[in-house]
């Protein structure tokens, strides 16, 4: 009897190493409530019109459930990105936003990507004139589901400036 080749041995092993391994399907914002918003982006404003400048920034959103270990796909509700003036340390309370970005639960299907981490939403948050901001701007994203529930990211602030 002739041992296997190298190839049938490589391939046995990776079948046996990938016994089991599928990746978790996504879990909807239906079935698992949303409790954690998680707003990433660079600390860089982006050029996103043809004009010379800067006027906006791009931001990924991440949706989590205590029982769920991966990102939720928002499929009801309202997801929002806004923008303030100067550092914020928590929840904006009665502070009106200097932009705020509104995506229904249908609109955010188009703005989805999947990546190691998960389902994720790309959003972008843009601006007429970067000299009309201040030094300082805090980005935070907020999910209201159709019962009403809101849920705030942590703030992110950015440094307009070069100090």
Known sequence: MTPPSAAVRLGSL????LTGCAAPSTVSSDVAPIERLVLLTSPTALNFDQRPGVDGFAVKIYAFSRDVPRPLAITSGVLEVMLFDGVLAGPPGDTEPRI???HEAAD????????VVGIGYTVAITWKDARELPDDVTLIARHESTSGRVVYSTPLSIAMRIR
């Open 108 to 115: 955010l299907a188009r703005r989805a990507t999947r990546s």
């Open 100 to 102: 705020a970005v509104r």
């Open 14 to 17: 990776v079948a046996v190493a």
